[in-house]
């Protein structure tokens, strides 16, 4: 049989050798066709299959050989038509899920432009708040500041009511029982149904034995240096005195001691003969009125009375300060008798307690240097532990007490001593002519009126509660357990 001139059959006959050592799988014989090959980018073909395009020695070729090699070309280009059709699936899927993702990546840039968008729209929004907020500050600021105060002088007013009651009840009290007592050692009232009233001893000092006299050329107005405020370490308060000999006078004798016997003498013994209140004790029934005995209203604690001995060794006070504390008992003048210390301390020997429904304040007059002395003081002083002295009626109840951690701070307060009561006024001169001898009541009078005489105001407030306070002392040392 002839062979068709074909490239293929060229191809064969020359390599029918190495075809024929080639190891093919049987297949049944078919017809004979040359097959377009399409062309298969980067399409490896085995290394047997490429020694097929070396020269081999011509060797005859039968027609069972080129039948084989023809099948097992067509084998290979089914698989290679197979191949073909894999990676073109392949290329399909990827080039779907790519553009599944470029069509997730646009929704997400979408989304994205619209949360920025809405960030914008937010800072917008902040910024407009804050400037809000901003010019709203100082109305705010304001609120607060009135809501604080108020609620100050809520607590304030409420301590004082109760103080108030308790005093009108333990008044009620003592003005029963000295009825009881006057009507039974005092026949001739009892006789003539008419009270009597009895002079109150003249005040003394408790180290001088001579009685504090009215002089008109002796007042005695000495102002307070501005060393005896100046801020030093604590150490011992002044040694225990007879402090009943200055305050054992009760306000009604206090009032015996300054005025006539017959101003309102009688009228009060009848009102005390019917079993009704002294009017003494109605005296805190205006809005100011004074205190010398009892803790201030703005007070948490009042723990006392402390020994001499443990202030000196538990605060640690030197010497300087022991001795300033000590001579405060024998200041004169009519300003409060207050020591600082840099450890924020301060001691005030026997204040003046000024109550009203504004707040607690130590109260005193001086003249002008006195009052900027003290003003310039307490705009450094801050928050400090307060020790008092207070003028207490018994004698064991004398010494130092403890009142809490507070705030000082000199407050213009308008003048006061027109609003004060008869006996408040009283108790006051009682107390300044203990401190001063041959001190001149009406001109002490006329130059408060007259404003010689400055009053000056330092209002204390609580900074501290009870837990605090009590630590405080107990660290230190002055509380037992």
């Given at each position: 049989m002839p062979v068709h001139a074909c490239?293929?059959?060229?191809?064969?006959?020359?390599?029918?050798?190495?075809?024929?050592?080639?190891?093919?799988?049987?297949?049944?014989?078919?017809?004979?066709?040359?097959?377009?090959?399409?062309?298969?980018?980067?399409?490896?073909?085995?290394?047997?299959?490429?020694?097929?395009?070396?020269?081999?020695?011509?060797?005859?070729?039968?027609?069972?050989?080129?039948w084989s090699l023809q099948t097992e070309l067509s084998s290979l280009m089914a698989a290679v038509r197979r191949i073909q059709d894999s990676a073109r699936q392949a290329t399909q899927a990827a080039d779907d899920k790519v553009r599944r993702l470029q069509s997730k990546v646009e929704e997400l840039e979408a989304d994205n432009l619209a949360r920025v968008l809405e960030i914008r729209q937010l800072d917008l929004e902040k910024t407009e708040l804050q400037r809000e907020l901003?010019?709203?500050?100082?109305?705010?600021?304001?609120?607060?500041?009135?809501?604080?105060?108020?609620?100050?002088?809520?607590?304030?007013?409420?301590?004082?009511?109760?103080?108030?009651?308790?005093?009108?009840?333990?008044?009620?009290?003592?003005?029963?029982?000295?009825?009881n007592n006057a009507d039974r050692d005092n026949p001739r009232s009892k006789a003539n149904g008419q009270p009597t009233t009895a002079s109150a001893p003249v005040p003394?000092?408790?180290?001088?034995?001579?009685?504090?006299?009215?002089?008109?050329?002796?007042?005695?107005?000495?102002?307070?240096?501005?060393?005896?405020?100046?801020?030093?370490?604590?150490?011992?308060?002044?040694?225990?005195?007879?402090?009943?000999?200055?305050?054992?006078?009760?306000?009604?004798?206090?009032?015996?001691?300054?005025?006539?016997?017959?101003?309102?003498?009688?009228?009060?013994?009848?009102?005390?003969?019917?079993?009704?209140?002294?009017?003494?004790?109605?005296?805190?029934?205006?809005?100011?009125?004074?205190?010398?005995?009892?803790?201030?209203?703005?007070?948490?604690?009042?723990?006392?009375?402390?020994?001499?001995?443990?202030?000196?060794?538990?605060?640690v006070l030197d010497q300087s300060t022991e001795d300033d504390l000590q001579h405060m008992e024998l200041m004169t003048g009519y300003d409060t008798r207050m020591h600082a210390v840099d450890t924020n301390l301060v001691f005030i020997y026997r204040p003046v307690i000024l109550e009203g429904l504004?707040?607690?304040?130590?109260?005193?007059?001086?003249?002008?240097?006195?009052?900027?002395?003290?003003?310039?003081?307490?705009?450094?002083?801050?928050?400090?532990?307060l020790f008092f002295y207070p003028a207490v009626e018994l004698e064991q109840n004398a010494g130092w007490y403890y009142v809490g951690l507070h705030s000082l701070s000199f407050t213009s307060v308008d003048p006061v001593w027109h609003k004060l009561s008869k006996d408040d006024k009283r108790r006051l001169f009682v107390e300044l002519q203990d401190r001063n001898d041959g001190m001149d009541v009406g001109q002490f009078?006329?130059?408060v009126k007259e404003g010689r005489l400055q009053q000056c105001c330092v209002q204390i407030e609580s900074r501290g509660t009870k837990t605090e306070s009590y630590e405080f002392l107990r660290q230190n040392g002055l509380l037992e357990g």
């Open positions: 490239p293929c059959t060229t191809f064969l006959t020359a390599n029918a050798t190495s075809i024929a050592n080639y190891h093919w799988h049987p297949e049944p014989p078919r017809p004979f066709r040359c097959p377009t090959l399409p062309i298969v980018p980067r399409l490896t073909l085995p290394s047997n299959i490429m020694t097929l395009a070396e020269p081999l020695p011509t060797q005859p070729a039968t027609m069972a050989d080129l901003e010019a709203k500050r100082p109305d705010l600021a304001a609120a607060i500041a009135s809501r604080d105060a108020a609620v100050k002088r809520l607590d304030h007013s409420l301590k004082v009511i109760e103080d108030l009651v308790r005093d009108r009840e333990q008044a009620t009290v003592r003005t029963g029982a000295n009825t003394r000092h408790p180290k001088r034995g001579t009685p504090a006299e009215s002089d008109e050329e002796s007042t005695v107005r000495p102002q307070r240096s501005a060393s005896s405020m100046a801020v030093r370490t604590p150490r011992t308060p002044p040694t225990s005195k007879p402090e009943s000999a200055k305050v054992k006078r009760s306000l009604s004798s206090a009032a015996a001691s300054q005025e006539p016997a017959a101003d309102n003498s009688g009228a009060r013994a009848l009102d005390a003969s019917k079993g009704q209140p002294d009017p003494g004790a109605r005296k805190k029934q205006v809005p100011w009125y004074l205190e010398f005995s009892k803790r201030p209203a703005t007070s948490e604690v009042w723990h006392g009375p402390i020994p001499y001995d443990n202030l000196a060794v538990h605060l504004s707040g607690t304040y130590l109260i005193g007059w001086g003249d002008g240097g006195m009052v900027r002395n003290v003003k310039t003081w307490a705009k450094t002083a801050g928050d400090c532990h009078k006329r130059d």
